[in-house]
Nanobody, 118 residues
Framework: QVQLVESGGGLVQAGGSLRLSCAASRSIFSINSMGWYRQAPGKQRELVATISSGSRTNYADSVKGRFTISTDNAKNTVYLEMNSLKPEDTAVYYC????????????WGQGTQVTVSS
């Protein structure tokens, strides 16, 4: 079983920056993609950014130009660099890793709170 441990959340003022990290508990093979999602109170969980095994990235329109997703495959870690944060970015952020090895497996982190004050 793979566990994902997130870190880097916190309270920041609007315009500030945070860097989220998500580390897997062990080496993972056959990773299809890694990504970040978020869920604000009273709202559905939404995609923030993903990166494929071929390093193709995809961003929600609301974060394009402000957030950057990256990986360190040697450390089985995915990062989310968040700049120019806005109050509407306030949410619990979750990382996800998708593995395709015969079957498709999805692993989720426990979530980390990001709060942006105005």
């Amino acid at each position: 079983q793979v566990q994902l441990v997130e870190s880097g959340g916190g309270l920041v003022q609007a315009g500030g920056s945070l860097r989220l990290s998500c580390a897997a508990s062990r080496s993972i093979f056959s990773i299809n993609s890694m990504g970040w999602y978020r869920q604000a109170p009273g709202k559905q969980r939404e995609l923030v950014a993903t990166i494929s095994s071929g390093s193709r990235t995809n961003y929600a329109d609301s974060v394009k130009g402000r957030f950057t997703i990256s990986t360190d495959n040697a450390k089985n870690t995915v990062y989310l660099e968040m700049n120019s944060l806005k109050p509407e970015d306030t949410a619990v952020y979750y990382c996800k890793i998708v593995v395709v090895s015969g079957l498709l497996y999805e692993y989720w982190g426990q979530g980390t709170q990001v709060t942006v004050s105005s």
